[in-house]
Nanobody, 114 residues
Framework: QVRLVESGGGLVQAGGSLRLSCAASGISFAIYNMDWYRQAPGKQRELVATLNSGSSTRYADSVKGRFFISRDNAKNTGYLQMNNLKPEDTGVYYC????????WGQGTQVTVSS
């Protein structure tokens, strides 16, 4: 059974940092592309960052230079380092692994106060 568990969210002041983790089990983690999405209240879920199995990354314009996606295949874990956080970064953050099928975690709440 595939399981993705996000952690690391919380309440932080604007300008602060958080590192989210996505621990995967029951899956060949290294061969999957990994994405981080977020969903703010009343808004659609949006793609924040992508890291494919070949180490190529892409970021939403709104987070470029502030967020950094990485993975440790030996630990079956992905990360999203978030720096210089802004109130508009508030939302539930989800990791997704995708190849032929895709799998989602349950999400972790990030709240940035002004």
């Amino acid at each position: 059974q595939v399981r993705l568990v996000e952690s690391g969210g919380g309440l932080v002041q604007a300008g602060g940092s958080l590192r989210l983790s996505c621990a995967a089990s029951g899956i060949s983690f290294a061969i999957y592309n990994m994405d981080w999405y977020r969903q703010a209240p009343g808004k659609q879920r949006e793609l924040v960052a992508t890291l494919n199995s070949g180490s190529s990354t892409r970021y939403a314009d709104s987070v470029k230079g502030r967020f950094f996606i990485s993975r440790d295949n030996a630990k079956n874990t992905g990360y999203l380092q978030m720096n210089n956080l802004k109130p508009e970064d508030t939302g539930v953050y989800y990791c997704r692994l995708a190849r032929i099928n895709d799998y989602w975690g349950q999400g972790t709440q990030v709240t940035v106060s002004s």
